[in-house]
Nanobody, 122 residues
């Protein structure tokens, strides 16, 4: 079992930055691809970013590419999401998740955190 706990959410103004962190415990996450998803009220959960197990490859949704950066530290069992130039449409609950399968679909992920709220006002 892998337990994931997100932190770093908050309320900011458009153009500001936030850094989300995901702390893992239980089994090591070094063998897992790690992803960030988000869900806004009334919307389905959507893919935001992912990083492969050894951190070589990263993937981003088109809406966040160039603004968000995902990284991981397997020694510290943490995954981070640096979010710059935030927009009101980035407002959502952000979830960290782990998978050994494909990274784009939430149904592929086996472990999820509880989520952290990000609110961006204009």
């Amino acid at each position: 079992q892998v337990q994931l706990v997100e932190s770093g959410g908050g309320s900011v103004q458009a153009g500001d930055s936030l850094r989300l962190s995901c702390a893992a415990s239980g089994r090591t996450i070094s063998a897992y691809n790690m992803g960030w998803f988000r869900q806004a009220p009334g919307n389905e959960r959507e893919f935001v970013a992912a990083i492969t197990s050894i951190g070589i490859n990263t993937y981003y949704a088109g809406s966040v590419k160039g603004r968000f950066t995902i990284s991981r530290d397997n020694a510290k069992t943490t995954v981070s999401l640096q979010m710059n130039s935030l927009k009101p449409e980035d407002t959502a609950v952000y979830y960290c998740a782990a998978t050994r399968r494909g990274i784009y679909f939430d149904t592929n992920y086996d472990y999820w955190g509880q989520g952290t709220q990000v609110t961006v006002s204009s």
